[in-house]
């Protein structure tokens, strides 16, 4: 394996996030003490350190709004001093009018791939952070995703299974920007039922030719490392959307909450050991440098 891409992955300082600098905040993630403080490129470093990645890609973590430039300029500023990370994905308000006016102050900035804004929604108030669940059909949105094809920036896609099927109708209303469905699409009901929801959801985005997967978080919902629930939703994955079209993320430091680096890792190789040796070479790098982009 020539390249070994994590792509999502964080730093961040406390003081500029309003969920770890404020009152604690109920998080999907469970209690997060442990990370209730800076998480610096220095340290991130040490925890990959020996793992084999060989490039990643830092996902914006919800610095207040208005500061959208100021976290992507403080990313590329830690890039040209450290060299890590190789990739940005930025926040923008799709919401907005316009988004090319945010758009355009994104792109002074050399390492920016593309843009997150998390439109996921659950009934379950502890799992939400849209303001409503049908974001994804909005027109606006839409119209101003589908913007990101003139900048040549792809759009991480954050949704649960009940989105799916709009979804679906964002990345087809948007043929020419490449959508990365972030944590293997958020499995949270590991039911019967629940699988089955999110295997019907699965396969409707993996019918859409510009999304790709991104198997990452994968503890968000269980607040453990578990080999055999990576490698459930890693086959599963991969089944529907072949290795090419998806890519490894840490999602570190939330994962640090109950793993080392080196035991996530280990619990994905493990997972991935029936897989062809190309397939390999996709899910842990080829994927990723392709979507995002990367320099060899």
Aim: glycine residues 6%.
């Amino acid at each position: 394996m020539s390249e070994f891409v994590d792509a999502h992955h964080h730093i961040w300082r406390q003081a500029d996030l309003p969920w770890l600098s404020g009152p604690m905040q109920p998080r999907i993630f469970g209690p997060y003490e442990p990370i209730r403080r800076d998480y610096p490129i220095e340290e991130y470093l040490a925890d990959v350190a020996s793992s084999g990645v060989t490039r990643s890609v830092y996902v914006q973590t919800n610095w207040a709004n208005d500061r959208f430039q100021d976290e992507t300029a403080w990313v590329q500023q830690t890039a040209d001093e450290h060299g890590w990370p190789h990739a940005i994905v930025s926040f923008a308000d799709f919401s907005a009018d316009d988004v090319r006016p945010q758009l355009d102050r994104l792109a002074r900035y050399g390492l920016v791939r593309g843009t997150r804004m998390q439109l996921h929604w659950h009934e379950n108030p502890l799992y939400r952070f849209a303001a409503r669940p049908d974001l994804c059909v909005e027109p606006t949105i839409q119209r101003n995703v589908a913007q990101l094809a003139d900048y040549g920036w792809s759009f991480d896609l954050q949704v649960f299974a009940a989105q799916m099927t709009g979804a679906a109708e964002l990345a087809g209303a948007c043929p020419n920007v490449t959508f990365i469905l972030q944590h293997a699409g958020m499995l949270e009901d590991l039911s019967p039922q629940g699988r089955a929801a999110w295997r019907e959801g699965m396969a409707k985005l993996a019918r859409c030719p510009n999304v790709v997967c991104k198997l990452s978080g994968l503890g968000t919902f269980i607040h453990r490392n578990d080999a055999a629930h990576v490698a459930g939703i890693l086959n599963e994955t991969i089944l529907l959307f072949g290795a090419d079209r998806c890519m490894f993320g840490s999602n570190f430091p939330i994962e640090k909450l109950w793993t080392s680096y080196r035991e996530l890792v280990n619990a994905y190789r493990v997972a991935a050991a029936s897989l062809r040796s190309e397939q390999r070479d996709a899910l842990f790098g080829g994927t990723a440098m392709r979507v995002y982009r990367l320099t060899s």
